[in-house]
C-alpha cells in the first residue's frame, strides 16, 4: 500500500504495478490498511513529516514492524520515543543510495542493489523483527550495515550531507563568477561536473536535512 502527499504520484504508482494500491496520507483507506493488514511500515518522508505519520500511526494502534529512509535520526528517534506507545517497533533504517533526481518519473528498479543499508537496533529491538528487515533489504541485493544509532548523524554527515553542501557551494560560487567569464562554464570539465553533480538535488530536502 502507497502512501503520498502527490495524488499523481499514487496514480502512477499503482498504474505500473509498484503498489496494489496508493492514497493520500488523510485517505481511510489508508487508515484502513494500517490498522487491519500492515505488518510492516516504511517511512520515506522529509524529516518534517515524520511528526504527523508517527500520530497517525499511533492513532491507528499500528503494532507491526517500523523503519524509515530518512537521513538523519535525531529528531526521528526522539519523536517515536514521545509519540509511539511502544517505541521498540521502530528500526531505525538508510539506505545509502540515491541521486540528484526526484520524483515517481526518476523511480528505478536497480537503485538498492549492492549499496548499503544501514540499520540501528539497540537493546529493545526485537530480534525476530530486526532479521525479518534484514531479509527483506537483502531479497533487494542490498548490503546491511549495522551501526549505533547515536553514532548516524555524525557519519552520515561526513560521508553524505558535507559532500552536497560543498557540492552546492561550488556550484553556487561558479554562478557567481558567470557574469566575469562568460565562458567560465563552458571550461568546466569532469572534475567540475562529477564533484557539482549531487547539486542538482532539491533544495528543500537538503536544506531540511542541513537544519
Known amino acids: 500500500f502507497g502512501v503520498d502527499t502527490d495524488g499523481r504520484t499514487c496514480v502512477v504508482a499503482a498504474e505500473r504495478g509498484w503498489v496494489d494500491e ?3 496520507p488523510d485517505d481511510a483507506a489508508f487508515a484502513r490498511f494500517i490498522e487491519d493488514e500492515a505488518d510492516l511500515v516504511v517511512l520515506a518522508t522529509p524529516v518534517a513529516a515524520v511528526d504527523e505519520y508517527l500520530r497517525r500511526l ?3 494502534g499500528y503494532a507491526g514492524v517500523l523503519t524509515d ?10 519523536a517515536s520515543a514521545a509519540i509511539l506507545p511502544d517505541p521498540s ?15 515517481v518519473d526518476s523511480a528505478r528498479s536497480d537503485l538498492f542493489e549492492g549499496v548499503n543499508w544501514i540499520l540501528c537496533p539497540d537493546e529493545t529491538t526485537d530480534p525476530d523483527s530486526f532479521q525479518r528487515l ?3 533489504i537483502c531479497g533487494m541485493d542490498a548490503r546491511v550495515v549495522s551501526i549505533r544509532r547515536e553514532d548516524h548523524d555524525d557519519a552520515v554527515a561526513i560521508v553524505s550531507h558535507v559532500p552536497h553542501i560543498v557540492a552546492s557551494a561550488l556550484m ?3 554562478l557567481e563568477h ?16 562529477d564533484t ?3 547539486a542538482a538535488g532539491s533544495p528543500e530536502l537538503w536544506c531540511g536535512i542541513a537544519f
Not at 566575469?180 to 562554464?185: D, M, P, T, V
Request: net charge positive.
Open 134 to 136: 534484514h531479509e527483506l
Open 196 to 198: 557539482t553533480r549531487v
Open 172 to 174: 553556487q560560487l561558479a
Open 58 to 60: 499511533a492513532e491507528a
Open 89 to 103: 517497533i521502530y528500526v531505525p533504517g538508510h539506505p545509502m543510495a540515491g541521486s540528484e533526481k526526484a520524483g
Open 178 to 193: 558567470v557574469d566575469e567569464s562568460q565562458s567560465l562554464l563552458r571550461l568546466a570539465a569532469g572534475g567540475f561536473k
Open 69 to 78: 529512509t530518512i537521513s538523519t535520526k535525531g529528531h526521528i528517534l526522539e
Open 22 to 24: 496508493a492514497r493520500r
